[in-house]
């Protein structure tokens, strides 16, 4: 019998190639599905950066913090008392 006449003397049968073929290998890695989908994350800070950042300062009080309105408030009340005051002391001035 000669090569030529019987096929399946120089193709091995699909069937025979399934278990140890390079064929069956990646058909089963692409059916895998090693690929994860990640959701990115931030890059965690060095030792460096955490070290050397600054120390927090004090933020001034703003009129949006009730700290900040008793401020400006207080401010308004002074200012009023000494402009009566300086127009009593001109009115007296002015009567004598």
Do not use: C, H, W, Y
């Not at 073929?21 to 895998?32: I, P, R």
């Not at 120390?55 to 900040?68: D, F, L, W």
């Amino acid at each position: 019998e000669s090569i030529m006449s019987d096929p399946s003397l120089v193709e091995p049968l699909l069937s025979q190639l399934r278990n140890n073929s390079m064929l069956f290998q990646m058909q089963g890695e692409a059916s895998q599905s090693s690929r994860t989908e990640r959701v990115p994350e931030p890059l965690p800070d060095s030792n460096f950066i955490m070290t050397n950042r600054p120390s927090a300062r004090p933020v001034p009080p703003t009129t949006a913090t009730k700290k900040g309105r008793g401020r400006i408030s207080k401010r308004k009340e002074k200012a009023t008392v000494a402009t009566n005051k300086e127009k009593g002391a001109a009115g007296k001035k002015n009567k004598k």
